[in-house]
């Protein structure tokens, strides 16, 4: 049985934390004992710690990742292998152009304003764009938060001024919000949202859709978040 917190401080080198660094995209490799093959699980309490487990213990928990195929669509699922990847999407990793330190008042400034923990924007704009402001998606997304051409309608922002940063940081603070609020306040199922659409996450019955980018893509930010959330309080 796995059941892990992830606090702030130094986690011990176990099998918890080996499978803690495959599921946050870290490299190496390491191979992992059959017993930690089992659906993961997990939820981020109010002081922002991480919390993992094979079992769905209540309703706080959610699935994060598929380590078990599924029949369906077995191809689409994050299955877990023998040791951990190189790699990750490309989409994760874009060289920035910009300190964070650049935008940090524009985002100290969205996250007061729209009621948003400002270590988690800036988890989300690292996972996103690296905090390049012109960076593109292929599939049409664009700047520091990748609004997609619609989202960014949706809250008057043309296709150009997506790549102005303070344009783009409180437009996609403000949807951050909108899914934070239709998700009633669930992290993990907001930032599913934000990453694979609200659509996708209903149709999955409130759950992570099982698609290999969203699941790598929560883990991360939920990543990114934690560190984010040591380094602004420091």
Known sequence: MINSTVP?????????????????GLSGSCLLPRQVMADIYGFVDSSGVIHLTDRHRDNRYKRVVRTTPSPARSDSILSLPQSLPQSIPQRFWHAPLSSPQTFRDTIAQAAQQYGIDEALLHAVIQVESNFNPSVVSHKGAAGLMQLMPATALRYGVSD???????????????????????????????????????????????????????????????????????????
């Open 8 to 24: 702030t401080g130094t986690v011990g080198l176990t099998t918890r934390t080996i499978l803690l660094a495959w599921l946050i």
């Open 160 to 234: 150009q001024e997506r790549y102005n940063p303070e344009i783009n940081i409180f437009a996609g603070t403000r949807h951050l919000r909108y899914l934070m609020q239709l998700f009633n306040h669930d992290l993990i199922l907001s930032l599913a949202a934000y990453n694979a659409g609200e659509e996708s996450v209903r149709k999955y019955g409130y759950q992570i859709p099982p698609y290999q980018e969203t699941q790598q893509y929560v883990v991360k930010v939920l990543d990114s978040y934690r560190r984010y959330k040591r380094h602004l309080t420091m």
